[in-house]
Each structure stands twice: as C-alpha cells, then as structure tokens.
C-alpha cells in the first residue's frame, strides 16, 4: 500500500504493508532514527511519538491506521515550545546516561506538560510511568520535567 | 589516611610530539600499565596493557582529544578528556572530542568494564595534558624570550604578567611541536585545589545530540543499500540445527535471503547455529520468521531447568559436596565450642541484563574486507574472535566504535558481531544490520548466574563472631565455575575472624552465564551482608556495629587471587558517614516501616548504604536510600558520579523488587519481554541521598560498587520492619 503520512510538518510518501507499524516506517523506510525500537510490545516507550499532540508507542501503531492525523517525532520536539524547554531543561541537569531511552522520555515528558502545565509528583510519576529507562535516570527526569514547567529553579537539586 | 600513591608510569613510556597538519601541536602518549592496575591475568595481553592518549592543538585554539574507551552510557567519554584538559589548563569550551576507530596497536587498551577506566587514566591522562602545557609554556618563552618559570597559564592562554603579553595555546601550538616532550613522570601536576575542570559538573559530551534524537547509537547506523537481518537460534541454550526449510520465509515479503548458518559448536565464544532472515525492513524480516521450519536438536538442554538446579543444588549442601576453597583457623572446633549457633540457607536466580538498546551490529563485507560498526565494551576481544570463527585474517577486518545504548556487562561478549560477520560474509557487497528483537535479547543473554548459599555462624560468649562458613553452590565443570560464576574467598567477614571456611561445589549447565553490573558482588553482597544481619540480630546488635567490631582498628588487609588490598579503615569511614547521614538508630521490631543497612567493598570502591522501606499488604515500597561511597580523593564528574550511584541503587532495588528471574525448563528461558521480566520504572524510585567520603588515595570507578549492598539493606530492612527474613531473590511476600 501506498500512505502519504503527516510527519514532522511535511508530508512524506511510502510504500509499505498497512500493519506495518510505525516504527518501522520512521526508522527504516524514511531514515528518521530518533524514534528507538525497546521491546515492539508497547511495554517499555522507547518508541514514543505524537499523534495529534497525544504521546504514543510508535511500535504498536500500524502505519494503515494513521491516516491523515499529525505525527511529530524526536527530530522535530524542538521546535515545540514545551519541547524547547524540555531539550533545555534535560541538557541542564544533564539527565541522561546511555541516553538511548531519552527520545522517549522526552516525547511523553512533552505530551503531559502540554495537558498538565504544573503538574505534581504523582501526575509525573503516573504519566512517565510507561516509559523504562535501564540506567534509571528516574530522579533527574522526574526534576528536568520540573524545571520545564518552572517548578524548580536549583539545578543541583536531584532527588 | 595513606597518602595518595604517585604512581610512577613505566620507563618504557613513550612521548611523541607532531606538527599537525595544517599547523598545531600533536602528542601521542603511550604507556605501558603495571600489572597491579590489571583485574585479571587475561587482560595482560599486549594491548590491554597498554594505555594511550592523544591531544591535539590547532592554530585557533581548538583543543581536540580522541575518546579511545567505548562510551556505554557510563560517562567516560566526558571524564578522561576532563582529565588531560584539566592539566592542560585550557577552557572545557575549546574541547572537542572524538571518538576513535578500534586500533589496538595505536590505541592500546579499548573497553568498558570493571569501573576500571578511572584508577587506569587518571595519573595517564593528567600527566599527557600536563605535559602538552608544559610544551606550550615552554614555546611561549622562546617566543618572549622569557623564562618559562614567569609564565602562567589559564583557560588555553599564556600570560607574562611582568610585560603584560598574552598568547592563545593555538598561536604557539606549530612551535610548541617542534620542541622534545619533557618526562611524563616528572612534568608537574596541579594540586586539586587548582583543578578548575576536574570535579565540575560537566555535562556529557553527547547529551545535547542525544535530546535531539540524533543516530548515534549501534543501532542507528545507515549504510547506502543497507538490508536488516533477524537471526533466529535454536529456542533452548545449547540446541544444534538439524536442517532449515527455508521456502516460505524466503517468499515472504521484503526478504532478500534466507541463511541456514552452521555454527563452530561454540555458542558461547564462538558462532551459534542459527538462521538468518534478511530483508528489505526489520520489520519484515522479523514476520518472516513464523515462516521458518527449523528442526532443532535440543537433547543437550534436557532437564537444565530451574527446578532441577534447586534440586541439585539443596542435594550438594547436604551432602556436604565440593571443595573448600579457603578455611582459616578452626572453624569446625569453634563452630562446636560456640556459645551460640545460627544457620541459613540463600539462594537467588538467573537474571537478564536487557539494556535499552537490544544487541546489534553492521557489517559490510566486501573485497575481501569485514567492515563493522559495533556498539561493543570489548571490541578488540571481538576483532579477536571474528577470525576464529568465520577464517577471515585478522588485517581483513576494520572496527568503528558506536555509542552503546547500555552495557552493564552484556556487550562485554560480541557474540552478535559474530553472527553479523557471518552474515555479511554470505552476502558480499550487501551491508546488513543485524538486530535483535527484545525476545531474543533477554533469551540470548549472558546472564547473571543463579547461586546458592549455605551460611554457619558462630556467636562467643560476649556475642562476637567467632566462626563463619558459606558452602556456595554454583555452576561450572566441576573444575572451573562459568563466566561471571566464580566465589570471592575475600568475601567478608574474611580477614576480619580468625576460624572460617569457603567450600564451593558446582553443577553443570548449558545455559550462558556472565557478567551483571558489579559481577559476583551483586549477589554475594545479598547473601553475606544479609546473613550478617542475622549473626548481628542473634548477637544482640545491629549490624553497622557488627561490621564496626569486625572491622576493627585501621589497617590494610591484602586480598587473595591479586584483588586489590582491602583498608577496613576506609571501610570504617563510610558505614560511619551512612550512620549519620540516615540517622541510623537500632530499629523498634515489626513497626511496618525500618530501615536497613549493608557494606560492600568492590571494584575498588567502598560502599554503606541505608534503605528506609516499609511493607503493607505484601508490597514493599522504598521511601530514601542513603549511599556513602568512597572512590578516592576526588570526584572527577559530580553530574555523572551522581547519575552511576543513582542507578546502580535503583538497579539493585529493581533486582530485589520487581520479581526479576529467569527461569528455564529445558533449557528454554521462560520470561523474553518487559512484561515478565520487569525493571525499575519511576513511580518505584525513592529519593537517593548521597555522600562522598574523599580519602587520599587515587580515583576509582563508579560504574558498579555502589549497587552490592542496596540489596541486602533493603532485605534487612524489609526484616526490621515485619520480622520476615528475606533469603531468596526476588523478594515475595505474601499479602
């Protein structure tokens, strides 16, 4: 089948079976590798997208199902607002440490400061719930996604 | 404190300036390691003893430091560059880094592992940058006709305050390259209260690329007409392929070729048997893979279940089986004459490594080249292994590091760039990334091996340790344990009583074992420390004034089989510092809520942590973790000291509390996604309050000593806080 898919604010064309999910489409079809494949069973978020501003598991949506709905990826979070100050705030305290998850984190740390601007500690813990990072990086994103919501100031303040 | 040892570099150390192309400095350090900096008699071959460091200063200042290690996620990448410009006394802001190619000869050492990075390059990597200053200095005074000894330096310029001139690096960086290096043993070092690099909080060289998304992983490698690959291998650890009917798969959509691979027999180093499906997408080479007909021979694997190795193992200890491995003193006459005698019995299970990143790796074979891009910790164990397996000469093959998303131990084995190897070579002129699906990778995985532990300890009259054994039951041949499945005879309390004994017997098994973040540590930290704080409860104390009273008065206790010396005054330090910072007061019995407390001593790093924890309804919940740690005299990347402690904790915690086991029935592992074999997720991550002990001695590694002891205190404090004695991994309780 062939799909013209809303990416990134272009349209891109591609030629792949409807189950294919899109992941795969990202990853292998249009070379956009930010988007990372963890587990291909929705359990884990590496592969978080936008679709239409909600965060979703790319590995679990099948391209022929997408239709004509907006996709944003890790490439393209920057020029969002909130994903700025996301970007911003996880170089500050520099979050990461194998970073491999981070796109992910990022994509449903972005989606839950779009719905919930403050949000508290369990909002976070509940909307950051699906997404694994193995190097546990838990405290930091949890305070990086404060500070892009103007909820902490004080870098040095991790725990 | 002992004073920090100033390690001499060996005299065949050698120091080589060039004029770099285009202008500038070049220096190429290369230095030959003492055997004492060594963990294992197999990493004193030619090249891991070896270490290098290249710098490099342009005409405008740009200061260019090649990162050799690969870079796991452990931050090594960022802090020895640190390192060299730290002496080098230029800003953090002219520093680029970049990543080399795998080159033994030219590079010397090139791995990740063992928290050894930092005791390795620290005095290396300061005296090269401090060596390259003292070429600058030296070259700014013939240009002043001054003498070196007016000049300072800051930030990557050169000042003669006398005259008021003032030069960038760069601009006498082509004359500083025609001048002889001085000795790297002699060129001066800063005092740490100089350092104006070293101990900053500096943030990852990658990290701004990494929160754009850019393809810097293994798995992000694109080659021009790259195709994907799936490689399915036998569903029980140490099957052998019979036949492969390879029609239907091959007729599936985007498949290019389907290969039956015979393996070398040695699907441990070596080759696996398997079959590869390669095609257009990953995707599609993955659903082709329903389609496969393989026949397996899996009679090797039959009865290597996790019932059985409970079996054999409870049958080992009774009978007393195996061999001791260490017994000082009389441990049998005291154990006897004890006024008071306790027994346990521990075990824990096989679990997964499963880094974010599944395993991976490119290749292109072409002409007569193997060309692959590996996100490995061993990569010149790999360059070692591809000739073996696939006959091609070791000149044929060209390695390119890629950032690996984790590591933890499992990408110390390059099984998967064997297998690419293999692949590439069936298809010459095609490059093929090979991927794993997460399934495969936690089937597949060198795992940390299961163990059991039989405990005796006996109590003198004034309730002191006076006897201690431990029959551990773990696998191997009978003659030599697995990978990663070895006792340590230093385990405490050895050294620290007079009467104790360390038998060891083992069972065999077909599944492959190896090492996990903090190797033999992470489990028998668990068992000791846990059964410790029983001989504490049953002495009428607690056990930091146990280990106290073991630990005794400061000294340095010199470990067996070459491991490091043990300082029990440092020891002393830490579980002091953890006392105070959590408060640390003798727990009120079954209270619902306690906190508990262990000590591990490993990879050179000393670690006492406190857990506060409390049980309801059989669900633990962690409220803080208390660390205090001691590395050495200085802390080199606070920003990536802190995020490794807070791992390695929240690791731990994980191991204990989200029912982390692989479990086999023949052969077969039983769990392979995240829903059956879970990790750490967020909402379980309690607050981590840490605390550096600096003592004088040189840097030691972070990326494993702070996980051992979480553990058990958390096990301790689940005890305090119900009464339940917690001796198996993964913790369950009952509602």
Known sequence: ?159 | MSPERPAMLDRRTVLKASLLAGGGLALEALIPLPLSALESPDERSSSAALLSAFVSIAPDGTVTIVSKNPEIGQGVKTSLPMMVADELDCDWSQVRIAQADLDPKRYGEQSAGGSTSTPKNWLPMRRTGAAARAMLVQAAAQQWKVEASEITTAKGRLFHRASGRSLGYGEVASRAAALTPPDLNTVPLKRPEEFTIIGRPVVGIDSARIVKGEPIFGIDTHLPGMLYAVFEVAPAHGGRLVKANTEAAMRSLGVKHVLPIRGNGDADTGLADGVAIVATNWWLAEQARSKLQVEWDLSAAKGHSTTQYHARAKAAIDAGEGADLRVDGDPSAKLASAAKRIAARYDYPFIAHAPMEPQNCTACYRAGQLEIWAPSQTPQRGLEALPKALGIAPEAVTLHLRRAGGGFGRRLMNDYMIQVGAIAMAIPGVPVQLLWSREDDIRRDYYRPGGWHSFEAGIGANGELIAFSDHFVTFGDGKTPARAAAFNVSMPPAGLIQDLRYRQSMIPTVVTTGALRAPGSNALCFASQSFLDEVAHAAGTNLPQLMLGLLGKRREIGARDNGPVFDTGRARDVIEKVMQSSNWSPQPARSGRAKGFAFYFSHRGYFAEVVDASVAGGEVAVHQVWVAGDVGSQIVNPLGAENQVRGAVIDGLAQALTGQAIEFVDGVPQQSNFNDFQLARMPMTPAIDIAWVKSENAPTGLGEPALPPVIPALTNAIFAATGTRIRSLPVRLSA
């Not at chain 1, 022929?64 to 305290?93: C, D, M, N, P």
């Not at chain 1, 369990?122 to 990086?144: E, T, V």
């Open chain 1, 1 to 159: 089948m062939r799909y013209r898919l809303n990416i990134n604010g272009a349209t891109r064309q591609v030629e792949a079976p409807p189950e294919m999910p899109l992941l795969w489409v990202l990853r292998n079809e249009l070379g956009l590798l930010g988007t990372k494949y963890g587990c291909g069973k929705g359990f884990c978020g590496s592969c978080t997208v936008h679709v239409d501003g909600a965060a979703r598991r790319s590995c679990q949506l099948p391209v022929g199902s997408i239709g004509g709905s907006s996709i944003r990826t890790i490439e393209h979070i920057g020029s969002t607002a909130i994903g700025a100050r996301l970007q911003a705030a996880w170089l500050k305290i520099d979050v990461m440490q194998c970073g491999y998850c981070q796109a992910g984190q990022i994509m449903s740390a972005c989606a839950l400061l779009g719905q919930t601007a403050r949000p508290n500690d369990d909002q976070i813990n509940s909307a950051m719930a699906g997404n694994i990072c193995r190097c546990a990086c838990y405290n930091r994103i949890r305070s990086a996604i404060r500070i892009a919501a103007g909820m902490e100031e004080e870098s040095g303040h991790v725990a």
